[in-house]
């Protein structure tokens, strides 16, 4: 499902014209986004939650040359699937 599909059925459920459940979804992204740059949790009770992971440095290899190399430690976005979303794609 793409975002404009995604848009769609939102506009769909809510009876929302395809504008404003646009602009809806968009508001829901770049809240989350802002949430997690400030390292910050989004919890949504029985669905999931949001939160960045620390990555460590590692060893890895170049697939050209096959050359050892250290790839930087990273802070990564992650989601936890909550148990009603988990029981709902079961």
Do not use: C, W, Y
């Amino acid at each position: 499902m793409t975002k404009s599909d995604f848009v769609d059925q939102v506009a769909q459920q809510s009876g929302l014209s395809k504008k404003d459940a646009g602009s809806a979804v968009d508001a829901v992204l770049n809240t989350i986004e802002g949430a997690l740059k400030d390292g910050e949790e989004v919890s949504f009770t029985g669905f999931g939650k949001f939160h960045v992971a620390s990555r460590g440095a590692r060893e890895g290899r170049n697939p050209r040359t096959g050359e050892s190399m250290t790839i930087a430690a990273s802070k990564v976005p992650r989601f936890t699937a909550g148990s009603g979303l988990k029981k709902a794609v079961k």
